[in-house]
T-cell receptor, first 112, second 111 residues
Framework: RKEVEQDPGPFNVPEGATVAFNCTYSNSASQSFFWYRQDCRKEPKLLMS???SGNEDGRFTAQLNRASQYISLLIRDSKLSDSATYLC?????????????FGPGTRLSVLP | NAGVTQTPKFRVLKTGQSMTLLCAQD?????MYWYRQDPGMGLRLIHYSVGEGTTAKGEVPDGYNVSRLKKQNFLLGLESAAPSQTSVYFC??????????FGPGTRLTVL
């Protein structure tokens, strides 16, 4: 079983739709969580950190449920430019700091 | 600022050849990382460094070596390339060990 799992998609949604992705993690020692965005054939870029109390950044809302060990990302009013792969990341402490574990990503296509 | 740069962008090797990938960052970050990305597998950590002169193994270190002689550079070496090492390699750096900034990647094909 992978340590961080995501539905690979693709999620095909019309412009203006609301879409939600979930990500589950198996290591209960995981401390910090992030969502990264990766455009086709490009490098990943940080979208947002995920806080225990939940956090919002414009049209994006991230939630963390430690009891059920999942993270979610909600995108409201989808734009064509939101089309990308969304990577869920969890960290666990190791001898040198934090070990990052990336999920395989969920692909989103926003259609006109 | 250039951020994180990687050299080369593309490379084709024959089995058994060696090569070094260079990662450079101009943000004075302590932490640097090497990942590989394969379809359906997500990014997997190869090696990382928490400062000049220090390196540590990640999830998939076999077949790779690294060096961090200067704070701004992190080198990834393949001593004897194998077809299983065909992948996209990303370098990243971080100031705090949390938010990571990635380079544009190196596409490596081993024949």
């Amino acid at each position: 079983r992978k340590e961080v799992e995501q539905d690979p998609g693709p999620f095909n949604v019309p412009e203006g739709a609301t879409v939600a992705f979930n990500c589950t993690y198996s290591n209960s020692a995981s401390q910090s969580f992030f969502w990264y965005r990766q455009d086709c054939r490009k490098e990943p870029k940080l979208l947002m950190s995920v806080y225990s109390s939940g956090n919002e950044d414009g049209r994006f809302t991230a939630q963390l449920n430690r009891a059920s060990q999942y993270i979610s990302l909600l995108i409201r009013d989808s734009k064509l430019s939101d089309s990308a792969t969304y990577l869920c990341v969890g960290t666990t402490p190791d001898d040198y700091g934090q070990n990052f574990v990336f999920g395989p990503g969920t692909r989103l296509s926003v259609l006109p | 600022n250039a951020g994180v740069t990687q050299t080369p962008k593309f490379r084709v090797l024959k089995t058994g050849q060696s090569m070094t990938l260079l990662c450079a960052q101009d943000m004075n970050h302590e932490y640097m990382y090497w990942y590989r990305q394969d379809p359906g597998m997500g990014l997997r950590l190869i090696h990382y460094s928490v400062g000049e002169g220090t390196t540590a193994k990640g999830e998939v270190p076999d077949g790779y070596n690294v060096s961090r002689l200067k704070k701004q550079n992190f080198l990834l070496g393949l001593e004897s390339a194998a077809p299983s090492q065909t992948s996209v390699y990303f370098c990243a750096s971080s100031l705090t060990g949390y938010e990571q900034f990635f380079g544009p990647g190196t596409r490596l094909t081993v024949l």
